[in-house]
């Protein structure tokens, strides 16, 4: 009966290591998706900062046509006033 019981206890000790080692790897796993995420969170931002820096001087370029294009609009319109 001993030695069932000391087997037992053998097995019980055995199952526990492996919980443990299940757990940690559980732990790490979690982390390691969580700073992945993470990751590519801050990565994506840093993109979108990049991009919109050197898409800048053409939207600046775009902004500028378009007040051209209503100031000429403008002048147009006050010729046509001018006639009517």
């Known amino acids: 009966m001993e030695e069932r019981i000391n087997e037992l206890e053998k097995r019980l000790e055995k199952l526990e290591k492996i919980e443990k080692r299940r757990k ?9 998706i969580v700073l992945l995420i993470i990751a590519i969170l801050v990565g994506g931002y840093i993109a979108y900062k990049k991009v919109e820096e050197a898409v800048k001087p053409y939207k600046d370029f775009i902004e500028k046509q378009k007040d051209f294009s209503n100031g000429v609009d403008k002048g147009i319109n006050s010729i046509k006033d001018l006639f009517n």
């Open 24 to 32: 940690g790897l559980l732990i790490a796993k979690i982390t390691a």
